[in-house]
């Protein structure tokens, strides 16, 4: 992977995270680099649970993708409630 496939895959990635962030309730904490950070995790937990389905982009699968990202997004928003709740 080049250093320009890596930025794109992020970018993708950080976009994904961004969708997920507005379907589920919850917050992700920080700005960009977080969202990317998510977005590379969510993508990972959505193409072990469905593989490479749907359209791809910059070697993101975006419905894995996304949903493995809202799926995190909603994990974080559990834990980050509890622990202010305490």
Known sequence: MTILGFI???I????????AD???PGRIPGGF??????GVI???IG???MGSMGPELGGVS???AIIGSAVLVFCL???SNRAVLR
């Open 8 to 10: 794109l895959y992020l």
């Open 22 to 24: 507005y379907m589920v």
């Open 77 to 79: 928003g559990l834990f």
């Open 12 to 19: 993708v990635a950080a976009v994904c995270a961004w969708i």
């Open 47 to 49: 193409g072990a649970l």
């Open 62 to 64: 975006l419905l894995p």
């Open 42 to 44: 969510g993508a990972w």
């Open 33 to 38: 680099l977080t969202a990317a950070i998510v």
